[in-house]
């Protein structure tokens, strides 16, 4: 079992920044892959961003590319530094996490999710 507790969200005016934790525990960290995902009101859970266990391998939806970060420490904690923030980003963002053999950052397949943290853009 993994536990995973998202921090950071808020509200922020748009073109502003916002940066989310997401505190694992439970099994072996070091081994999965971690995520971020988001949902919007109305809207199906999207994949926006992941890493690799090692941190040397990252992935992003088109969207947010030049704009979000994703990265993870030694204690069992994934960051997303996000910039430059739009209102249609609006939602509750989700950590999630997966046990990955390769070092991959996969954009689907997790089966460990926290509980969400809301992100309000206003414009």
């Known amino acids: 079992q993994v536990q995973l507790v998202e921090s950071g969200g808020g509200l922020v005016q748009a073109g502003g920044s916002l940066r989310l934790s997401c505190a694992a525990s439970?099994?072996?960290?070091?081994?999965?892959?971690m995520g971020w995902f988001r949902q919007a009101p109305g809207k199906a859970r999207e994949f926006v961003a992941a890493i690799s266990w090692s941190g040397g391998s990252t992935t992003y939806t088109d969207s947010v590319k030049g704009r979000f970060t994703i990265s993870r420490d030694v204690k069992n904690t994934v960051h997303l530094q996000m910039n430059s923030l739009k209102p249609e980003e609006t939602a509750v963002y989700y950590c999630?996490?997966?046990?990955?053999?390769?070092?991959?950052?996969?954009?689907?397949?997790?089966?460990?999710w926290g509980q969400g943290t809301q992100v309000t853009v206003s414009s």
């Open positions: 999630a996490s997966k046990y990955a053999g390769y070092d991959v950052a996969p954009i689907s397949g997790y089966n460990y």
């Open positions: 439970g099994r072996a960290y070091s081994t999965y892959a």
